[in-house]
């Protein structure tokens, strides 16, 4: 343990990016400061990915219930229970939250010290009052949900954390912003009965995918009833008693229940001491080196906090690089694009690497395949629709894999393994699948892009 406010590292924020820095410093017998101000686990745990998939889940299970009679199942689809999906909810919550306060209150090495910090040195840190120092200083405050002006949350109008706490299922819902926050809130509104419609202001839904997700996911979407709308802006809002009037740039209106803005989430850089010290941002993102050094030697940033994409999992392959790299082990940096990407909606996306116009960037030629699901045996079963497409460089490996259907998140941790060890297509076929499952989707693709197809053509 530190000892008179004094430790190897300190850490700021223990969500997924600062309690795996904490964990991994001190296996490597560092004395740890990690500070929380909120509740440990941060965004990810408590109001992001683990109630969100929650929900997910419930959803799941309501159009199970709908569509039970498909399989030979009598069932029937009685309406959704709020309180009761809140239970199941924080039940989950609560559980993981209790798990990461023990696995933390067990680490000889690691004192959580509750409370607000800031930067007051490159090597110490003010915890409301009290200093905490540290050799290393690693910043893991995360990320908070964007705001449009106009759109600043309050009364019908939303983000995903006020969504979360809803009392009811809303009869009908404006999303503004159709990347992974909006596109997940619309699949299990509509799974529960609400009316929803989408509102993008680019060309595409899940724009930062492949073109290839995004008008798989469109057409999807449209078939389950979810009304989209592309290339549209919104001008401002009217609240009303009972619901809320949508202004579009084009002079339309839309009425709903309820209003979501899902237009990204920004770096809780603000009021941390950051520009005090010199530590530049970039848009309110720290800027970092690849070694996620700041412009401060000594003190690191992990995470949201860094540009990039905005993931749980890329805070927490960031806290324990920093950890090692801290330790003097020289660990390899992580890299984003090697990092997988799942949006779980109803169907789900996954992907890993590049898209096909990036790695026509990076390489000039490449070859793609796309693999359709309907000649999957699984996919059939669970009556699903999709694709996956492979993407490689000419007479390379494959660069990129996009992935759209019922589970195929589930299939993420093979492409990101395929895209980590540099793989060509004709090594990923010689993997064998067991059938019948999703997995052997990916190896139809690869077989195909090997130039030896055998349930798809060339």
């Known amino acids: 343990m530190g000892t008179n406010g004094k430790f190897d590292v300190v850490v700021v924020g223990g969500g997924s990016g600062g309690y795996s820095t904490a964990l991994r410093a001190a296996q490597l017998g560092l004395d740890v400061a990690l500070v929380e101000r909120d509740l440990l686990g941060g965004t990810c745990l408590h109001r992001g990915c683990i109630p969100t998939k929650a929900f997910l889940h419930a959803a799941e299970i309501a159009d199970g219930a709908r569509e039970a009679g498909t399989f030979g199942v009598r069932a029937a689809f009685g309406g959704i229970d709020p309180a009761a999906l809140a239970t199941f909810k924080n039940g989950v919550v609560t559980r993981l939250h209790r798990g990461l306060e023990g696995l933390l209150a067990a680490a000889d090495k690691i004192t959580v010290v509750r409370g607000t910090g800031k930067l007051v040195s490159p090597t110490s840190v003010s915890v409301d009052g009290t ?41 009908s819902v404006v999303i503004v912003g159709g990347s992974t926050i909006g596109v997940e809130f619309a699949s299990l509104w509509k799974s529960f009965g609400a009316e929803v419609t989408v509102l993008e202001a680019l060309p595409r839904l899940v724009p930062q995918e492949d073109p290839m997700l995004s008008r798989h ?95 749980a999992h890329r805070g927490f392959a960031h806290g324990i690089f920093v950890a090692e790299e801290i330790a003097g082990l020289d660990p390899e940096p992580v890299r984003d694009d090697s990092i997988p990407r799942v949006t779980y909606c109803d169907p789900e996306l996954a992907s890993v690497g590049l898209t096909e116009a990036e790695a026509r960037k990076r390489y000039g030629d490449v070859q793609t395949y796309e693999y359709n699901l309907g000649g999957n045996g699984r996919s059939q079963i669970l009556g699903t629709t999709g694709v996956v497409k492979l993407v490689r460089a000419i007479d390379g490996p494959v660069v990129g894999i996009h992935m759209i259907g019922t589970r195929m998140g589930e299939q993420s941790g093979e492409a990101a393994l395929t895209l980590a060890s540099g793989l060509p297509p004709h090594e990923l076929a010689r993997l064998i699948h067991a059938h019948p499952t999703q997995g052997e989707a990916l190896g139809e693709a690869a077989l195909a892009l090997a130039g030896k197809p055998l349930h798809s053509h060339p």
């Open 217 to 311: 996911l469109e057409r999807a979407f449209r078939k389950r009833g979810i009304g989209v709308r592309k290339e549209t802006r919104v001008a401002g809002i009217e609240p009303r008693e009972e619901n809320v009037v949508v202004l579009l740039e084009s002079g339309e209106k839309i009425e709903a229940e309820y209003v979501l803005s899902a237009v990204g989430r920004a770096p809780a850089t603000a009021g941390i001491g950051l520009e005090e010290l010199g530590i530049v941002l970039d848009d309110g993102w720290i800027r970092t080196n690849e070694r996620l050094v700041t412009d401060v030697p000594g003190v690191y940033a992990v995470g949201d906090v860094v540009r990039g994409l905005q993931l």
């Open 131 to 171: 200093e905490l120092s540290g050799s290393a200083i690693v910043l893991a405050t995360g990320s908070v949900a964007r705001v449009l002006p106009g759109l600043e949350p309050g009364g019908r109008v939303l983000t995903s954390t006020e969504a979360l706490e809803l009392s009811e299922v809303p009869a």
